[in-house]
């Protein structure tokens, strides 16, 4: 399967910073959601779960066809909640509906990382809306349950290596667990809508006790509230994960500096870009004083 990115050449930077920027105000705006955390988080992991399908064996899922849209991809059990950023982007879709499902789920992502503070994240469009027939099927996505071996596996057929795999959990530090989603309760820390290199400050400094939550199911809580799912535990418990999670809790530039090349590749995996192809870094509404 090849997915080469169709790049318009009548749009420019401004128009998906105009994009950006409708994100960003109605981010700002419905600040009510999720107990006030808003809208951040889910939107990136929307971005994140519509990418997260990726499998390099034969280039199939991935951001590129916009699946996320169709049925079978969206009620996949691991995307519950996700209709919430999926509404949220609707109205943004309808006035600008000449951008690709695809480039609008990865461009809220970013968008939501930078507003929170986190890194400036490189993106391109080129993302073609496929039919239906391209759905990946469900499981892609990663189960919560289980440990370092899994989770290095997990993201090898997302092509990430151990730094990448590491950097790319470091998002934990945004949103929470809902126990009518996923099954796990709480917050991973308490700045819940900052992009900061706070979960593995938790990480490594909380006292940490698997239990089981009110569904049965186990993670990892500490005494203030915070909870690990056994995945992220499985990020102090492998000692290569280890050196990398005592890196990033201590040098906060190192962390960013690696989550934003890895999330631009995994926004873009399975995509060609032609030669040239241009590469935008978007003005959070702050640079722009808005
Ligand atoms: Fe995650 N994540 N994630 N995650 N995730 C959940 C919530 C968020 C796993 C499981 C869960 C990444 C990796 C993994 C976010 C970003 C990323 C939840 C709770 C589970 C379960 C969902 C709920 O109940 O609403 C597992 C397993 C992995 C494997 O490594 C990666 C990578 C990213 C992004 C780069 C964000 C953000 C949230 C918060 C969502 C919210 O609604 O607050």
């Not at 809790?249 to 873009?268: C, G, I, P, R």
Request: charged share 25%; glycine share 8%.
């Amino acid at each position: 399967i090849v997915h080469i990115a169709a790049i318009n050449k009548d749009r420019t930077i401004d128009d998906y910073q105009r994009i950006y920027n409708k994100i960003a105000e109605k981010i700002r705006e419905d600040d009510e959601y999720d107990g006030y955390i808003g809208y951040g988080p889910v939107l990136v992991r929307l971005g994140w779960h519509s990418s997260g399908t990726y499998n390099k064996e034969n280039n199939s899922g991935g951001s590129y066809g916009g699946t996320y849209r169709f049925k079978l991809e969206n009620s996949d059990p691991s995307n519950n909640g996700l209709q919430n950023a999926a509404q949220f982007l609707d109205p943004i879709y309808k006035e600008f509906n000449w951008i690709s499902h695809g480039d609008l789920y990865t461009l809220g992502a970013v968008c939501a990382i930078q507003e929170a503070q986190g890194p400036k994240i490189k993106w391109r469009p080129g993302r073609v809306d496929l039919p239906e027939s391209a759905t990946p099927e469900n499981g892609r996505l990663p189960d919560a349950v289980n440990g370092a071996d899994y989770v290095r596996k997990f993201y090898a057929r997302l092509r990430m290596n151990d730094r990448e795999a590491v950097a790319l959990t470091g998002a934990h530090c945004l949103g929470r667990t809902h126990l009518k989603n996923s099954g796990f309760d709480g917050p991973w820390g308490a700045a819940s809508s900052s992009f900061t290199n706070e979960f593995f400050i938790n990480l490594l400094n909380e006292q940490w006790k698997l239990q089981k939550n009110a569904a049965g199911n186990k993670q990892y809580d500490s005494p203030k509230g915070y909870m690990m799912l056994e995945t992220d535990y499985a990020l102090i418990q492998d000692p290569i994960y280890l050196k990398i999670v005592k890196e990033y809790a201590n040098n906060e530039a190192s962390f960013f500096k690696d989550f934003a090349s890895s999330f631009q590749k995994l926004l873009e995996n399975g995509i060609d870009y032609p030669k040239g192809a241009p590469e935008y870094i978007f003005k959070t509404l702050d640079d722009q004083d808005m």
